[in-house]
């Protein structure tokens, strides 16, 4: 009769098929991992690392910078996951497989710990805490390597058949006139039903095939071309393929002594201001999408394009400190503050404490760089007579140490700040051309907030502080390409404007090959 050919002898039967199972699916999943990076098209484990936090994120983030290391890096990556896979998958040298996988396994949850506050980034299919699937898997492998799965069906076992592998016995059966040295069994014949049993991979391998080929078959458009690339055994992250396009790092030039790209990220969107029209469910849309850990991506994604700058109003204040104290980026804000507040009916001023003064010691408290007072807030005053309000701010904002700015959508409100003899670091004022079909239409509806270009070009050309040109694409209806060429040519020193992570590498190129060009421009950089 057949006598043992491994240490597994004394498992059950039951036993046996759960051992051999969870190899055999540990493998199929980590072999999949690898080979759907390896079918990417420029996947890299890039972004994976650059948001790494915790102990070892420094060391990660280091990985990510060096080019050449990185390579090294993606290379192990896929075929790390790969080999281990396969080989898990068919039961060779699975025990040393095993230890590899709970090595690689071990690096990706060091890099996304699933603790408390260290979440951004990794959006999975199911909440972590502590434990994710990464950390299951490791003690899984434990498994696999301490109850010997190596010796359970598979290419290990058949060899081991074959080479008629001597086997310990175990020390109970020892008696005590028993040499120190363990005894010896011998495979003497194997079974045709053991022969078969080292082939029990055999139908596991060949279902595997036949769905990734059936997957790849029926893998639809969308698939293809906008599911986020899987980046870890574990865990999907932010899309960050499109970082490859870009041609280079917004340019940043000194309002004072502040440093700020010529490409300023507006933060209406983030905060669910659309400007939708007529398309009342959009806002909610909006909002929707970027929850929290989607502003975080934005604005990392911003700070990767050389973006070094967020306008924002103060509700967004403790969101940003958040992106700060996680460690996720550097992002400065320039903070817009209302004295107004709104109804059906319009608009109506909250009072210079309660409303402006208000958000603007809000602003300062949360760490803004420079507090510019609302468009519509100046229009208001300037209506109202109120232009003393906006001076008193201006000097409190001064006060402390920061940048002062005054915004406007009307060019009447900036030439009445100038007579009253305002003058901030910096002016906010709309600009945008009339060539798309809403700025026809006889009546406001939130279409048009540049009301006259011309004039705005001609007399923001007789000021000498920096402009910052916003609304500068109509809330959507002018292309970037164009509304960024129109603002740049016409005086614009920076051009502020809301927009998607998935736009923000093709805005960015926009304004590289717009400031690259031979710009067409009268007035003189004030920045």
Request: aromatic share 14%; with cysteine.
């Amino acid at each position: 009769m057949l006598q043992s050919v491994n240490n597994t002898s004394q498992y059950s039967n039951g036993q046996k098929w759960i051992l051999f199972i969870l190899r055999v699916a540990i493998g199929w999943h980590l072999l999949f991992e690898g080979i759907s990076k390896l079918y990417t098209p420029d996947w890299s484990a890039a972004s994976f690392l650059e948001m790494s936090g915790w102990l070892f994120g420094g060391i990660f983030r280091w990985m990510a910078s060096q080019p050449s290391l990185l390579a090294v890096v993606d290379f192990l990556n896929i075929w790390g996951l790969i080999l281990i896979g396969l080989a898990l998958m068919i039961g060779f040298q699975s025990r040393i497989a095993s230890i590899a996988g709970m090595v690689l396994l071990g690096l990706f949850y060091l890099a996304h710990p699933p603790f408390v506050g260290m979440d951004f980034g990794v959006p999975t299919e199911g909440n972590y805490l502590v434990v994710n699937k990464s950390l299951i898997e490791i003690f899984a492998l434990g498994v696999l390597v301490f109850f010997r799965a190596d010796a359970v069906w598979g290419l290990d076992y058949f060899f081991n058949i074959f080479r008629g592998k001597k086997q310990p016995v175990e020390s109970s059966d020892l008696k005590p006139e028993d040499s120190q040295e363990p005894s010896i069994q011998v495979t003497p014949y194997v079974s045709r039903r053991e022969l078969i049993k080292s082939f029990a991979t055999v139908p596991f391998i060949a279902a595997f095939a036949f769905a990734i080929l059936h997957k790849k078959r029926w893998e639809s458009w969308e698939e293809k071309n906008l599911i986020d690339a899987v980046t870890s055994a574990s865990a999907k992250t932010f899309d960050f393929a499109s970082m490859r396009d870009l041609k280079g790092q917004i340019p940043k030039t000194k309002i004072n002594n502040v440093e700020i790209s010529r490409l300023i990220m507006g933060g209406n969107l983030l905060s669910g201001w659309a400007h939708s029209r007529d398309l009342i469910y959009v806002s909610q849309l909006v909002k929707s999408y970027h929850h929290k850990d989607k502003i975080f991506a934005t604005l990392l994604m911003a700070e990767k394009c050389g973006i070094n700058t967020l306008l924002t109003n103060p509700i967004m204040c403790t969101m940003i400190n958040e992106y700060w104290k996680r460690g996720i980026g550097k992002i400065q804000f320039i903070s817009d503050c209302v004295g107004l507040g709104y109804t059906d009916k319009g608009a109506y001023d909250l009072g210079y404490e309660e409303g402006l003064m208000k958000n603007i010691k809000r602003a300062i408290s949360y760490g803004a760089i420079s507090c510019y007072i609302q468009g519509e807030t100046t229009d208001y005053y300037n209506e109202n007579n109120k232009l003393e309000l906006i001076g008193k701010a201006l000097d409190y904002i001064r006060s402390q140490s920061i940048l002062t700015g005054l915004g406007a959508h009307r060019i009447e409100s900036i030439k009445a700040c100038v007579e009253f003899g305002l003058k901030p670091d910096f002016w906010m004022k709309t600009l945008h051309h009339h060539k798309y079909w809403s700025a026809g239409h006889p009546i406001w509806h939130d279409n048009m907030y540049c009301f006259n270009p011309e004039e705005t070009i001609a007399y923001m050309k007789t000021l000498k502080e920096p402009w910052i040109a916003f609304k500068t694409l109509a809330a959507g209806a002018i292309h970037p390409k164009d509304g960024f060429r129109y603002a740049f040519e016409n005086g614009a020193d920076f051009i502020c404007a809301g927009m998607y992570d998935f736009q923000m590498v093709k805005d960015a190129n926009y304004v590289l090959d717009i400031l690259n060009s031979d710009l067409k421009r009268e007035r003189q950089w004030r920045a």
